[in-house]
């Protein structure tokens, strides 16, 4: 990888950046940011972009699954390790269901910047800057909190570094051993409230047993990948951490393997779209309820100009009640244009509603129901439902309703610690898992 300062940016109208109060000070930061090593290596984001590849011909499923904003106060050892090990866990599941690899994406390492939909936020008659994630100011609600600090982006370099080697460390060092991860999903099902998973359970055990006896290695099954993404959100974080690779000439954003633009940054003559479309990463766009057949055509055709399966997802959030009437049409233009994408389905983004005690929420049901419409829309036109993308955590938090626990309104306060939008907790996860499972198998 060589420095970047052989890339030159257009200079485009850029959606939801923050005004950052002293430009000298933004601009020593990038300085700064632009002769750090990278967080990851093109040769890595090349692999992931095969096996990307391989879920949009329909031969692998993608569990792309974390925060929706990362906090530099919960990047700790234990956070982070829960987090990997339930998706660890969902991977395992998702992998029996749909008998093809499951590739594993965390929203991790680098997911420190939100898009608002208000620019400030009013409390008790008081109205401050919005909160747009630690890469940019704190969420406390005070006035000099919410002063944009472009010291932030160093230390979201620095959280995203810490958290990339521990996960590197996890799955490479024994613990995704496929043997602990399958007894640590028993330990799931033998809460009374999961037997209806059991069934799955029992036959993943049997599966593993013949393996055994197959002389199966399970040794060689001790490490696998977990690639690291998040939105491309804030280019002055972007930009200096863009790199040439030496290898190809070609520039890669080496802040994650996998970046994605967001439903409110997706427009024709911004700077986002710009962006995503220089780096030879895998990309991904999110596509809300109100994008056509014509948008999904008119962003392959300029985010994937060689036609390289892998290069390009689309990751849609449609809503459940929207899902089957809005997303095969989408599908089908694009089948018929003869292009491949991989085809992911966000089931969180479109089903968010604020509960009567003033939670920001969402039904654990709704999300279910989202993805069943996404496998419903995919068997109508013929197309391959290539994954799912999630917000989730390994803690036991109470952000989203219902679930077997059967969450309701009166627990959001017991353990509400989201700083933007809610997560499924460790259990949902899992149950999320069982039932696309059940769906994959179908
Ligand atoms: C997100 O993924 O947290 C997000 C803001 O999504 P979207 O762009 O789909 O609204
Ligand atoms: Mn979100």
Redesign the pocket.
Known sequence: MTANNALTWADLPARQQPIWPDADALHAAQQTLSTYPPLVFAGECDVLLERLGEAARGEAFVLMGGD?AETFASATADNIRDRVKTILQMAAVLTYGASMPVVKIGRMAGQYA??RSKNTEVRGGVELPAYRGDMVNDFAFDEPSRIPDPQRLLRAYHASSATLNLVRAFTQGGFADLRHVHDWNRGFISNKANKRYEKIANDIDRAMRFMKACRVDFEALRSVDVWASH?ALLLDYEKPLTRIDSRTGRPYGTSGHFLWC???TREREGAHLDYISRISNPIGV?L?PTATGADALELIERLDPDAVPGRLTFIT?MGQGKIREALPPILQAVKDSGRLVTWVC?PM?GNTFESENGYKTRRFEDIVEEVRGFFEAHAQVGTHPGGIHV?LTGNDVTECLGGVMHLEDADLGRRYETL??PRLNHQQSLELAFVVAEMLAE
Do not use: N, Q, Y
């Open positions: 929706c939100k898009p939105e967001g439903e409110r999110k809300g959030r966000d983004h917000e933007c939008d």
